[in-house]
T-cell receptor
Framework: NAGVMQNPRHLVRRRGQEARLRCSPM?????VYWYRQLPEEGLKFMVY????????ESGMPKERFSAEFPKEGPSILRIQQVVRGDSAAYFC?????????????FGPGTRLLVL | SQQGEEDPQALSIQEGENATMNCSYK?????LQWYRQNSGRGLVHLIL?????REKHSGRLRVTLDTSKKSSSLLITASRAADTASYFC????????????FGKGITLSVRP
């Protein structure tokens, strides 16, 4: 059973470009969470999605950031018009539904560098 | 200050010694989890302890939870050089949609 997959692992963008980060949850997991980690910091929650639904986006900036988890395919975190402050590691986690959602399994992360 | 705060911020020990790391939090929780992160890598789930549990063991790991003091500790016994990593506690806050709130982490160095 493959773990949570994220791609790309590293992404370099210039200011003003768009960044698209992909996350494929573990098989059977229908809950996806996105977190951001700045250097020397812990992870900060951004958004929680189930298939085709955003459940909680309280940690996501109101502008330039969006997330989706379509019926088919990976979850996408999209950052438009990136700025230097968006440079960080972005982690996706997935969990089972119901009681199984207690434990979140993390992917290896996408390290975004904005030049 | 944050929901989850670990201490110490950094810990350096000799291989074979025990490492104790502490975490304090502020609000009511469903559970508390400890994760390990090796430099530049993703997070590995170590152990989960529910709010109605006081102690759990997993291999060389022992976790305690004191909800009256809103604190937890992670003990790694007989440490190895491979235990060198950052350790984070994360709380699943009651009513918060299962999102995890992380502390800043503890950097553990185990000297061979």
């Amino acid at each position: 059973n493959a773990g949570v997959m994220q791609n790309p692992r590293h992404l370099v963008r210039r200011r003003g470009q768009e960044a698209r980060l992909r996350c494929s949850p573990m098989k059977g997991h229908s809950h996806v969470y996105w977190y951001r980690q700045l250097p020397e910091e812990g992870l900060k929650f951004m958004v929680y999605l189930q298939k085709e639904n955003i459940i909680d986006e309280s940690g996501m900036p109101k502008e330039r950031f969006s997330a989706e988890f379509p019926k088919e395919g990976p979850s996408i975190l999209r950052i438009q018009q990136v700025v230097r402050g968006d440079s960080a590691a972005y982690f996706c986690a997935s969990s089972l539904p119901g009681l199984g959602k207690e434990t979140q399994y993390f992917g290896p992360g996408t390290r975004l560098l904005v030049l | 200050s944050q929901q989850g705060e670990e201490d110490p911020q950094a810990l350096s020990i000799q291989e074979g010694e025990n490492a104790t790391m502490n975490c304090s939090y502020k609000t009511s929780i469903n559970n508390l989890q400890w994760y390990r992160q090796n430099s530049g890598r993703g997070l590995v789930h170590l152990i989960l302890i529910r709010s109605n549990e006081r102690e759990k063991h997993s291999g060389r790991l022992r976790v305690t939870l004191d909800t009256s003091k809103k604190s937890s500790s992670l003990l790694i016994t007989a440490s190895r050089a491979a235990d060198t990593a950052s350790y984070f506690c994360a709380t699943d806050v009651r009513g918060a949609n299962s999102k995890l709130t992380f502390g800043k982490g503890i950097t553990l160095s185990v000297r061979p």
